[in-house]
């Protein structure tokens, strides 16, 4: 590559990741917080993806971070395990799975999850984001605080209900937040080229610091509260980020290694995380203008070493994520650096904007997350997979209903083992049919017989009557189970006494009929 090519490449690797960049922002600030964690440790995840990972990974356009889709596993994994730090250990040892599942080369074992059940998972989550950050969205304050909170609250410009206080400020935030992300994606706007330059998420955000100062300035109590904004801790130097990183207080917390539950958090990390990582690829596969491929097995040992430092470091759990990358796609990124370079400015960003970042109320970032989980649980994809019929939608809901009882390890289990009972009912259902024309009969094979067409066959052979002639045609099942071709190998033998001619066609003789026809074209064609 000549050094002018290489200018221009960087140039738009550049650019693409500033793009991705403004993007990944708020929504590591908002995963973070809907996680119910310091929005450092969104940040964290972040620079971890954009730095680690970039680097490790196959993909060229792929970019990777705190992903929407394992909040409901973070709040879920922090509450069983008690502490944060606890989850921590939990993250780490599922970067450690991930990379194995990379080492023994299960990428491929992806693509046999069943798309449905992939669909459920994803709309439970959406639904899980919408009803956890409506309470943000809203600026909820507790009904249970303390007087003088609530006198606070009344002061703020809000609203008592018997849920608590509802903030006035941010519930006019979160609507017009939602107004832009929705607006954002119309034509109408799109014909723009403000709204086609600025990502959704970064106009929504500088929505949100304007809508601080400007209430700060002209009506201080309505302006949102300390409590009602992100709060980032102030860095000034890499000395304040390791007291930031808390090291120190990760340590004890491998003494958990024989806990049950952090390993059951951390497989199912792993595992929800290496199927939307994988989903991920294939998606960014799709919009790339060259459609180049990522090796999936290498791209899972990447983000199992990301995992590794962000569990150890104290960051939320990474996937590649399909909202940053398609971001990076559409902005022209040339090679992996887009996404280093996205890390690069996550990390300045820890230094040098973290005033501006305290200005970002909390309900900009829940009409971002709420609107990512409409996206996921839209009524659009119920109705779509409805029309498919029962065979795809029965392990759908399964899987939705089964992550929102339970979890989303045991949803997904539920919803596969529906899906294989499905294909097992469709395999398994009329494999044979009998049909009559005067004394002659037709016993077909549909498919694959196993041990349980034993009864239909032994039904259809007890209605052959003496002096008939039964063909049966077994040319179209490659496998036939033992008692099935037992029963059949007994009826031959007895034909005779009933005078009863039976032919048994299987699939050699088929194929060997087909091939001395295939012989014969050839020769008269010669």
């Given at each position: 590559m000549n050094l002018r090519a290489f200018f221009s490449t960087f140039q738009r690797d550049l650019l693409a990741g500033t793009v991705v960049f403004l993007v990944a922002l708020p929504l590591c600030l908002g995963i973070a917080?809907?996680?119910?964690?310091?929005p450092f440790a969104g940040l964290v995840s972040g620079i971890v993806g954009g730095l680690v990972v970039a680097v490790l990974s196959g993909s060229r356009l792929s970019v990777s971070g705190p992903a929407a889709g394992l909040v409901v596993i973070v709040v879920d994994g922090i509450a069983q395990l008690g502490s944060f730090s606890a989850f921590l250990l939990a993250v780490l040892l599922s970067g450690a799975i991930q990379f194995g599942f990379g080492m023994l080369k299960a990428g491929r074992f992806a693509a046999y999850v069943p798309s449905p059940v992939i669909k459920g998972m994803l709309a439970a989550i959406g639904v899980l984001l919408i009803v956890k950050q409506f309470p943000l969205a809203l600026g909820l304050s507790g009904a249970n605080a303390s007087a003088g909170s609530q006198a606070a609250a009344h002061m703020a410009g809000s609203v008592s209900t018997p849920f608590g206080s509802i903030s006035l400020a941010a519930c006019v935030i979160t609507l017009l937040s939602l107004a832009i992300l929705v607006g954002w994606e119309t034509r109408a706007l799109r014909r723009f080229a403000l709204v086609r330059l600025v990502p959704a998420p970064l106009a929504v955000v500088l929505l949100g610091i304007g809508a601080t100062l400007l209430l700060g300035l002209l009506a201080p109590s309505l302006a949102p509260p300390a409590e009602h904004r992100v709060a980032l801790p102030s860095l000034e130097s890499f000395a304040a980020l390791q007291v930031a990183l808390q090291w120190a207080d990760f340590g004890p917390h491998f003494a958990q290694l024989v806990n049950p539950d952090v390993w059951r958090v951390a497989i199912t990390l792993a595992i929800v995380a290496s199927l939307e990582t994988l989903l991920s690829l294939e998606a960014v596969e799709q919009i790339d203008p060259a459609r180049r491929a990522a090796p999936p097995d290498r791209e899972l040992k990447a983000q199992g070493v990301g995992n590794l430092i962000a569990g150890a470091i104290g960051g939320l759990p990474i996937t590649s994520v399909i909202v940053?990358?398609?971001?990076?796609?559409?902005?022209?990124?040339?090679?992996?650096?887009?996404?280093?370079?996205?890390?690069?400015?996550?990390?300045?960003?820890?230094?040098?904007?973290?005033?501006?970042i305290n200005l970002i109320p909390l309900a900009c970032l829940a009409a971002i997350l709420i609107f990512?989980?409409?996206?996921?649980?839209?009524?659009?994809?119920?109705?779509?997979?409805a029309k498919q019929g029962f065979a795809p939608f029965a392990p759908f809901i399964v899987t939705l209903v089964g992550v929102l009882a339970t979890d989303l390890l045991i949803g997904i289990v539920l919803g596969i083992l529906c899906s294989v009972l499905l294909a097992l009912y469709a395999n398994l259902r009329s494999p044979i049919v009998l049909a009559q024309h005067g004394d002659h009969y037709l016993l077909s094979f549909r498919k694959d017989v196993s041990f349980l067409g034993k009864v239909p066959l032994k039904?259809?052979?007890?209605?052959?009557?003496?002096g008939a002639t039964l063909i049966v045609d077994a040319t179209r099942a490659d496998f036939v189970d033992h008692d099935v071709r037992e029963l059949l190998d007994t009826f031959v033998a007895d034909a005779p006494r009933r005078e009863i001619a039976v032919e048994v066609r299987h699939q050699v003789q088929a194929q060997a009929r087909a091939a001395r026809g295939w012989s014969m074209r050839r020769a008269a064609a010669e």
């Open positions: 917080n809907a996680s119910g964690v310091e940053r990358s398609s971001a990076n796609v559409h902005a022209g990124a040339q090679s992996r650096l887009s996404a280093i370079i996205h890390g690069v400015l996550l990390l300045l960003s820890v230094f040098a904007l973290t005033s501006v990512t989980g409409v996206k996921l649980a839209k009524p659009s994809l119920f109705v779509a997979i039904h259809y052979l007890q209605q052959i009557p003496d």
